[in-house]
């Protein structure tokens, strides 16, 4: 008897929500995760630099001739050409192809070659967050009307 | 489970993340400045430890745990 009111009570709890929920955060989770790695591992748009003085030499030279040695074209700290929308990060010492920002979370900058990966991870992470406080909150409340239930 | 109420978990859970904190700043990283910290990859060890902890325990308290079942939206295949 106790047995069939526990599975009755059991069956008007409707929880098909919750498997679309448990499928759609494992989904969510990982991409996002993927997307993150990509990101981290990612060349985010390094610009080539001179290492050599001959090199550092000729590209002055060249720019000066151009016109156009000024803080805009020329970076000083790498000592080369940079194109437009390429901006010095001083974290990793190094010019990045349209910059975004340098990102202590992905522990990379975000540039040209990552920021559609970053862009992603982000939109997923905010999906995922409220997915996951959502089922946990559920999986506490289930199994106390579990608890409940078989107490009766 | 409850191992403690509130009053003390809450300043106890603070002092832990402080010593976490401050014990990997002070004597693991040892970095001076703010920007120093930007070139170690402390923020994103403690995003990628945080993700991995958050997909063990979705596993064991979600997808394994007793209202699984429930979880997974057939409340009455496993129950009766």
Redesign the interface.
Known sequence: MQ?FL??CR??F?D??????L?LG??VT?VTA?YF?YGA?MADPGWIKNNTSIEAQKASVLQMADRGLLDVRHFCTSCVTQRPLRSKHC??CNRCVAKFDH?C????NCIGAKNHRAFMIFLALFILCVPM?AY??F??KS??H??CHCRSL | MVLFPWFVAVPLAVGQFLMGHIGSIKFLLRTKTPNDMLQTPYYTAVFQASAFWLGVIWIHRIVLSKSSSLMLGIPSAKES
């Open positions: 047995w526990t599975s059991l069956t709890i929880t098909s929500h919750l498997m679309w448990n955060f494992i989770y995760l993150f981290v001083k974290f340098h202590p979370w992905i522990y996951y089922l946990s559920e999986c289930l199994f009307d579990v």
